[in-house]
Nanobody, 125 residues
Framework: VQLQAFGGGLVQSGGSLRLSCKAS????????VGWFRQAPGKERAFVAA????????PYAASVKGRFTISRDNVKNTVYLQMHSLKPEDTAVYYC???????????????????WGQGTLVTVSS
């Protein structure tokens, strides 16, 4: 599975952005996908994840209610819709996928097998 994340950019505080994670491979529909972020000087942190069907979607407490993760298995794409953005959301955002067939939706990055290149989100105050 190869992943490509895009959609980042510069946005003012309170604004919105939608990130996309495009995947290759016909087995993408059975891959759990997660979004993580890494702010300057900080460790990578979990943001959100989505199960095969889209029915299980854990979120980090810091983004719950503001971010929504979803997937379109026909388009092999996972989305992260971000609203009410804050300066502390500034980070490089990475999407990651588990090997096809694994159904558990983890919030730990080490349990993901494939990673995209990241897309930078900058929120100005």
């Amino acid at each position: 599975v190869q992943l490509q994340a895009f959609g980042g950019g510069l946005v003012q505080s309170g604004g919105s952005l939608r990130l996309s994670c495009k995947a290759s491979g016909r087995t993408f529909g059975t891959s759990v996908v997660g979004w993580f972020r890494q702010a300057p000087g900080k460790e990578r942190a979990f943001v959100a994840a989505v199960s095969w069907s889209g029915g299980d979607t854990p979120y980090a407490a810091s983004v719950k209610g503001r971010f929504t993760i979803s997937r379109d298995n026909v388009k092999n794409t996972v989305y992260l819709q971000m609203h009410s953005l804050k300066p502390e959301d500034t980070a490089v955002y990475y999407c990651a996928a588990r090997r096809p067939g694994l159904s558990v939706v983890p919030v730990v990055g080490a349990m993901y097998d494939y990673w995209g290149q990241g897309t930078l989100v900058t929120v100005s105050s």
